[in-house]
């Protein structure tokens, strides 16, 4: 059974950072591409990055680039997100799809359930 578990989480204020982890078991994630994306109340979840199971090829979505970064050595999957801004709680998901590709969460076939961050001001 595949499994992805978050962590790292929690309250930062402003400007801070966080290194989230995603630990993902049950099977070989050779060939997958593994991703964060995020939620915030009330508003539709959103890509943050992704990257190869290799290691290659991260990419990130324009309002994160030079702020987060996104790597891995096999497991976990590390999100280390800097330079935060001031939001509502807003809960980062690990998730995982088989090949390259598409980024649209409706690729993705396994997911965590989530790890929240609060930034305060």
């Known amino acids: 059974q595949v499994q992805l578990v978050e962590s790292g989480g929690g309250l930062v204020q402003t400007g801070g950072s966080l290194r989230l982890s995603c630990a993902a078991s049950?099977?070989?994630?050779?060939?997958?591409?593994m991703a964060w994306f995020r939620q915030a109340p009330g508003k539709d979840r959103e890509f943050v990055a992704s990257?190869?199971?290799?290691?290659?090829n991260a990419y990130y979505a324009d309002s994160v680039k030079g702020r987060f970064t996104i790597s891995t050595t096999v497991s976990p999957v590390y999100l280390q997100v800097n330079s935060l801004i001031p939001k509502k709680t807003t809960i980062y998901y690990c998730?995982?799809?088989w090949g390259i590709g598409s980024i649209n969460y409706n690729n993705f076939n396994y997911w965590g359930q989530g790890t929240h961050v609060t930034v305060y001001s």
């Open positions: 998730t995982a799809k």
């Open positions: 990257i190869l199971w290799s290691g290659d």
């Open positions: 049950g099977q070989t994630f050779y060939g997958y591409t």
